[in-house]
């Protein structure tokens, strides 16, 4: 895979989220949805399936280009960037790798054309990290499955047109991966209220009670639904997530080096007081940094490297860090005008967190590099004696 | 280097027990003994693409053909540029 137009994309891209994107990003959680018409309109542009082939629709950038596009995007509106993490990313690709071709013709050219949205149905009331711990269940009846549970915090789950739901063997055998449509029989949508921020991911509560669906449904082999379905998901969500942190933190960097550079205090900008340029070097040092993790993932994506799911685990994780102390900081620049949502960096602070929480906690993707640092630098004969 | 040495090396440098005597022959099963993990599967299925230019099918995804290594090899072997 080449880079053809490097920055052609993105500058169509910039455009579109200056004039379609950022001027509402707070409109849009204040509606606590982002708009159909803005939807469609990435769908006719192809943004939804960015990634994808063109076989399937798609725009078919490299992974270093499809991830630039998601830091533009999440700068602009983290939900607007979360739409591609999730209907792209975590359903669409997971598709496009392991689904029949029925599954592509019915459900991703639809994403890539923007009629259909999927969302991806893991996480449960009770298990959250622990995702194979899933008590969603499902047995076969004839030649179907049928599938009963609940499933929480899906993200655009209040308006998917389908979901990917993990659901275990009721006999505890293994989980398999199912595709179920929001109007069939059994199914239950439930938006949630009373988030923290990113309310224009329109997360949902999913009710589950003797859905059937028939093999056609059935995403890979049966009992591959945690090893294949939901780890090449979840990797596919974390590139993302990595990306839109990076953009999250850049945002918060520009307001706060913008603010610093225009706020006077005492008869000086504050830019020249030190202890603020401390804390824009820092802010500066450290985007770079988490950008300079993605790109290595992004370029070991496109070599089909083994360790591309540790150095996305290592992007995603230091990432999302960053952009919770960017934007901390981009708060403590301002002042009390960081506190008041007057200025964006109220609502950039608020929705750092959640990329510390999706796609795997920070303590989760802690434990993943841990143990791959416990192969990779293990030097048996530095340290003798013990 | 022949086929099973390099699948063994690809284990032991992402195994999840940190044993240094950790010794397995080429007929346990890598997952029932707890020697690697999901994440394992995820790598090795990578691995095995791009190291031997193969695509693994969906319903090529069966445990029974990542167990062990003769398992593995015998994968790799069936698929037609090594047969």
Known sequence: ?386 | MQLHEQIREFILANLVVFDDDVDFTNDDNIFELGFVNSLFAMKLVTFIESEFRLTIESDEMEISNFNTINNIVNFIQSKSVYK
């Open chain 1, 1 to 386: 895979m080449k880079i053809t137009s490097p920055h052609s994309i993105l500058e169509e891209v910039r455009q579109f989220i200056d004039e379609e994107i950022r001027p509402y990003a707070a409109d849009f959680e204040k509606q606590q949805a982002l708009p159909r018409e803005l939807i469609k309109k990435m769908g006719n542009k192809r943004y939804l399936a960015a990634s994808f082939s063109e076989q399937y629709g798609g725009l078919q950038l490299h992974p270093l280009e499809y991830g630039s596009m998601v830091e533009e995007i999440g700068k602009g509106a983290l939900s607007a960037a979360m739409l591609l993490t999730v209907t792209t990313g975590l359903v669409g690709e997971t598709l496009i790798r392991w689904g029949t071709e029925y599954q592509k013709e019915q459900y991703v050219l639809p994403i890539a054309r923007g009629e259909k949205i999927g969302a991806f149905a893991l996480t449960e009331p009770g298990v959250g990290s622990g995702a194979k711990d899933v008590q969603t269940s499902y047995e076969k009846v004839g030649d179907k499955y049928r599938i009963t549970g609940r499933k929480k915090w899906i993200s655009f789950g209040e308006i998917a047109d389908f979901f990917i739901v993990i659901a275990s063997d009721s006999s505890g055998n293994g989980i398999s991966a199912f595709i179920v449509d929001c109007e069939q029989e059994g199914v239950r949508v439930q938006k949630i209220q009373g988030l923290l921020s990113c309310a224009a991911s329109q997360l949902a509560d999913i009710e589950l009670t003797n859905v059937e669906v028939g093999s056609e449904r059935l995403i890979g082999k049966e009992r591959m639904g945690f090893t294949g379905v939901a780890n090449f998901a979840l990797d596919q969500g974390r590139f993302n997530v990595a990306w839109m942190g990076v953009g999250l933190a850049q945002e918060a960097l520009e307001v706060m080096v913008t603010y610093a550079r225009k706020r006077t205090q005492s008869g000086e900008k504050i830019f020249n007081f030190q202890l603020i340029k401390g804390i824009i070097g820092d802010a500066t040092t450290n985007v770079h940094a988490a950008r300079s993790l993605c790109k290595e993932a992004a370029r070991m994506r496109a070599d089909n490297h083994p360790d591309a799911i540790v150095q996305t685990t290592m992007a995603k994780y230091f990432s999302s860090v960053v952009a919770n102390k960017v934007a901390s900081d981009a708060v403590q620049v301002l002042g009390a005008n960081g506190c008041c949502n007057l200025y964006p960096v109220e609502r950039l602070f608020r929705e750092a967190k959640v990329l510390e929480i999706i796609e795997g906690s920070s303590q989760i993707q802690q434990q993943i590099i841990a143990m791959h640092a416990a192969n990779r630098h293990y030097q048996p004969k530095r340290v003798t004696g013990l």
